[in-house]
T-cell receptor, first 109, second 116 residues
Framework: QKEVEQNSGPLSVPEGAIASLNCTYS??????FFWYRQYSGKSPELIMS????GDKEDGRFTAQLNKASQYVSLLIRDSQPSDSATYLC?????????FGTGTSLTVIP | DTGVSQDPRHKITKRGQNVTFRCDPI?????LYWYRQTLGQGPEFLTY????????KSRLLSDRFSAERPKGSFSTLEIQRTEQGDSAMYLC??????????????FGAGSRLTVL
């Protein structure tokens, strides 16, 4: 079983809609969770981190963590064409960071 | 602070040749990671340094791969006798050990390897 599982998509949403990205993880001991955005041909950049159950909001982005269900999600409100990218879910276990395969998001103008 | 720097950005080589990539982490970061990423996949862990000590190596890191961080600053990743399956983006990332940024991995732009 992989440490992090993501639906690879592709996910398409119209401009202005809410994009919902999901991720599950296998290690119940995981304490730190991250969402990275990766534009085509570029390296990943951190957009959100979350460490405790519940929601964490940062501008148009909301990360949600449910440790009981081992589930992390990212909501992007008022999606913009510039949000079109691959979104990588990552989990820190010890000193290691494990990444999912990423979900490709396209925001249609 | 110029972020994490990687060199070269692109490398095209013939099968069987050796290649070396260099990574300069953010200066105050004592932890340095190497990942490999192929098309449609997430970054896969290769190896990890704390200062100059190589603490973990993935089973993906065959004996053709070697990494060093001799003075706890820059790191090199060498691939010997390259194979076409080595074609990938090699990403370096670094982080602090303590403080608010302790859990934040900062990636370099990557070194793209193409093996012909």
């Amino acid at each position: 079983q992989k440490e992090v599982e993501q639906n690879s998509g592709p996910l398409s949403v119209p401009e202005g809609a809410i994009a919902s990205l999901n991720c599950t993880y296998s290690d119940r001991g995981s304490q730190s969770f991250f969402w990275y955005r990766q534009y085509s041909g570029k390296s990943p950049e951190l957009i959100m981190s979350i460490y405790s159950n519940g929601d964490k909001e940062d501008g148009r982005f909301t990360a949600q963590l449910n440790k009981a269900s081992q589930y992390v999600s990212l909501l992007i409100r008022d999606s913009q064409p510039s949000d079109s990218a691959t979104y990588l879910c990552a989990v820190k276990i010890g000193n290691q960071f494990y990444f999912g395969t990423g979900t490709s998001l396209t925001v249609i103008p | 602070d110029t972020g994490v720097s990687q060199d070269p950005r692109h490398k095209i080589t013939k099968r069987g040749q050796n290649v070396t990539f260099r990574c300069d982490p953010i200066s105050e970061h004592n932890r340095l990671y190497w990942y490999r990423q192929t098309l449609g996949q997430g970054p896969e862990f290769l190896t990890y340094f704390q200062n100059e000590a190589q603490l973990e190596k993935s089973r993906l890191l065959s004996d053709r791969f070697s990494a060093e961080r001799p003075k706890g600053s820059f790191s090199t990743l060498e691939i010997q006798r390259t194979e076409q399956g080595d074609s990938a983006m090699y990403l370096c990332a670094s982080r602090n050990e303590e403080g608010t940024g302790a859990n934040v991995l900062t990636f370099g732009a990557g070194s793209r390897l193409t093996v012909l």
